[in-house]
């Protein structure tokens, strides 16, 4: 539930930026709001991809978990440029985005985010976790059955004569 924690918060940032942002002080609070969000979410989604794929296949989840990082940030940067580029308005002789501009990717902001936390919900309910029997390793414990040979052998090839 992490995951669904992080997306609250950043919903609440999104949420207190519609509301006051005519002051730093503002974007400092808010701005603190959307990293605590981000960082709760960063640092659980990768253990819930682990969770679903194959021991064998994390390498390659987590690489195309990275990759839609990528693909989800430039989407976002694109759609917050593309709505403020819609709301100029002139300012000391030259064409800025209008407030309304920001408020409006801020709104956007808070859709996503109470988005994310239902889907995040959705799939935390969707199973129930899968629990050792006492005297049992976690299968997330379980090494890979060549781990401990190749360990030997450097251990050997290096440390020993």
């Given at each position: ?9 950043s ?17 400092i ?7 605590a969000?981000?960082?709760m979410d ?7 991809v ?21 693909v ?10 593309m ?17 309304g501009g ?21 799939s ?5 976790r ?18 401990e ?12 004569p």
């Amino acid at each position: 539930m992490t995951t669904v924690a992080g997306a609250m918060t950043s919903m609440v940032e999104y949420l207190i930026s519609v509301a006051w942002h005519g002051e730093i002080w503002q974007i400092i609070v808010a701005s603190v709001f959307a990293l605590a969000g981000l960082a709760m979410d960063y640092a659980a989604i990768p253990t819930l991809v682990m969770a679903e794929v194959p021991y064998s296949m994390t390498g390659l989840a987590i690489g195309v978990n990275a990759l839609m990082r990528s693909v989800g940030t430039s989407s976002g940067a694109t759609v917050t440029g593309m709505v403020l580029a819609v709301q100029f308005e002139p300012s000391a002789g030259f064409a800025a985005p209008s407030p309304g501009g920001f408020v409006a990717t801020f709104w956007l902001g808070v859709a996503a985010a109470a988005l994310a936390a239902v889907l995040f919900w959705i799939s935390g309910r969707r199973r129930p976790r899968k629990m050792s029997a006492p005297g049992q390793r976690s299968p997330l414990l379980t090494r890979c059955p060549d781990s401990e040979s190749r360990l030997t052998r450097v251990a050997r090839t290096t440390v020993l004569p």
